[in-house]
């Protein structure tokens, strides 16, 4: 089948455009208003180094899950099918999820007081990217609704 065309703003292009200073400030807020050091010392940042792999991985499998599906874009693939397998059994947003622990993890690997109050904020853009991501989602997909009663957003059994 062919590509179906659409303008950037069609695909959802301003969520993704969106994304890159949200993720740099999760990424920098930690190293400029942090305590803690690369190499971790304190308890709470060795917890920080396990949680931030933990949600690289989970991004990560996510990534990996979605193989000819994956898009930067909220809207999905013209040809693409839903993923309901894989690490997409356990959570709707697993990339979202994961990027979200592994900020949460960062800022507390930097012991950042700002870092942590920033992933509230962050995780906020990512349910609301998700909100529009599945408005495409639903319409694509007739299974979809079934799929999101029985799958959580973006914490297995909780939400």
Do not use: C, N
């Not at 947003?93 to 960062?106: N, V």
């Amino acid at each position: 089948m062919m590509q179906e065309k659409k303008s950037f703003v069609a695909r959802g292009g301003i969520w993704v455009l969106a994304q890159v200073p949200v993720m740099l400030a999760a990424f920098t807020l930690p190293l400029w208003f942090g305590a803690g050091h690369f190499a971790p010392r304190h308890p709470l940042a060795i917890v920080g180094v396990a949680v931030t792999l933990f949600g690289v991985s989970l991004a990560v499998w996510g990534l990996t899950s979605l193989g000819d599906a994956l898009t930067p874009f909220p809207k999905p693939l013209y040809d693409a099918s839903l993923h309901r397998q894989g690490a997409y059994r356990f959570m709707r947003h697993l990339i979202y999820a994961g990027l979200i622990l592994a900020s949460l993890g960062w800022a507390l690997w930097w012991l950042s007081v700002i870092g942590l109050l920033y992933v509230v904020a962050m995780a906020i853009f990512f349910d609301r990217k998700a909100v529009y991501e599945e408005i495409w989602l639903r319409k694509k997909y007739r299974s979809y609704a079934d799929y999101a009663r029985r799958v959580k957003k973006f914490i297995p059994g909780v939400y």
